[in-house]
C-alpha cells in the first residue's frame, strides 16, 4: 500500500508559478510511476504529467507542455510538480496518483491504484 499526501497548493496571479509537491509513504516508492491529474469544478478529472520510476521517461498533457515539469526525490518519497506561467485554465484540484512501473506511462485515471487527497491551485487574472 503506498499513502501520498499533496501540497503547496495555493492562490497565484496568472504568471506566477507554485511548486506542487506529494510525499510517498508505504511500499517501495521508487518502483512507482508517478503522475499528477487536476480537476476543475464540474469536469473530469484530467491528466497533466507523470514520469516513470527511473525518471527517464516523462509525459505531459498538451495544455501544460513548456510550463510545467514533473520530477521527483526518490530519497525523500517525494514527487514534485513545477508549475510557471500559470494561466487561470489552469485553476483545479491538483491530485497525485501512483502506480506500479511497468516501463510505460498511461495517461488514464483507472491506470493508477493509489491517489492523494489533492491540493487547490486556484489562479487569477
Known amino acids: 500500500q503506498v499513502q501520498l499526501v499533496e501540497s503547496g497548493g495555493g492562490s497565484v496571479q496568472a504568471g506566477g508559478s507554485l511548486r506542487l509537491s506529494c510525499a510517498a509513504s508505504?511500499?517501495?516508492?521508487?518502483?512507482?510511476?508517478m503522475a499528477w491529474f487536476r480537476q476543475a469544478p464540474g469536469k473530469e478529472r484530467d491528466f497533466v504529467a507523470a514520469?516513470?520510476?527511473?525518471?527517464?521517461?516523462?509525459r505531459y498533457a498538451d495544455s501544460v507542455k513548456g510550463r510545467f515539469t514533473i520530477s521527483r526525490d526518490t530519497a525523500k518519497n517525494t514527487v514534485y510538480l513545477q508549475m510557471n506561467s500559470l494561466k487561470p485554465e489552469d485553476t483545479a484540484v491538483y491530485y497525485c496518483?501512483?502506480?506500479?512501473?511497468?516501463?510505460?506511462?498511461?495517461?488514464?485515471?483507472?491506470?493508477?491504484?493509489?491517489w492523494g487527497q489533492g491540493t487547490q491551485v486556484t489562479v487569477s487574472s
Open positions: 508505504g511500499r517501495t516508492f521508487s518502483r512507482y510511476t
Open positions: 514520469q516513470t520510476w527511473s525518471g527517464g521517461v516523462s
Open positions: 496518483a501512483g502506480r506500479w512501473d511497468s516501463g510505460n506511462v498511461p495517461t488514464a485515471r483507472y491506470e493508477y491504484n493509489y
